[in-house]
């Protein structure tokens, strides 16, 4: 298996200082790669499109080629099969994404040299993360967990990194960030202007830190 240092290092590199991610789930692939496209014009870098179904492979396959285009990379998400793993290596993906945590998915994605983004939701979790050197998790569903859960879990995992997914608007991402989140997953908010404009600035800011 591949050294997981080096994927949080990969993760480290795509997500530290940009805290917007854009996640486009259930559109067609014209409507993904608009989407995606407005996500990128306004400055996120990190895309991931879940693939629950085999209906998404096309649309992953869109985006991908879009962001090739920018020289940027895009994952693959909600990975609960290793049959999942071999199509969207296939397809090119960078790194893999799961809702919650599965040891046999996370060694059969390391095993590929794809960087894995397990969903964590309990103390537990974040526990069998570590002990597999995974430093970089998901936190999943964000909006249930809410934001006092990742100041909570901050205690004891203070070098624990979180990225936020799952119910996430426009008003709850700097809550979330404030709390200690290193990047929330947006998806929906990308449709609007203003809501667009909020994360540019959002992005912006995060940019200019010193």
Known sequence: MNDPHTFDAFFE???????????FRNLSPAEAVIRATRAWDAGVR??????QTAD???T????????????????AGTI???EQLD??????VAYTVSPGWDQAIVIASLSRGLPHLP????????????????????????????????SAMRGPFPDQRFVVTGGMTIDL??????????AVAVGAAFSSDQATEELARLIRAADNTD
């Open 13 to 23: 590199s795509l997500l530290q200082e940009q805290p917007i991610m854009g996640v």
């Open 87 to 92: 199509a969207v290596e296939r397809a090119g």
């Open 56 to 58: 998404a492979m096309p």
């Open 60 to 75: 992953l396959t869109a985006v991908i080629h879009a962001a090739r285009e920018r020289g940027l990379s895009v994952g």
């Open 173 to 182: 991402v700097s809550e979330f960030l404030n709390a200690g989140a290193q």
């Open 46 to 51: 990190n895309v991931e499109i879940p693939v």
């Open 119 to 150: 969903g964590v939701a309990t103390a537990s979790e974040i526990l069998c993360a570590r002990r597999h050197g995974l430093r970089w998790v998901k936190a999943f569903p964000g909006s249930v967990l809410g934001a006092a859960w990742i």
């Open 80 to 82: 609960i099969t290793t």
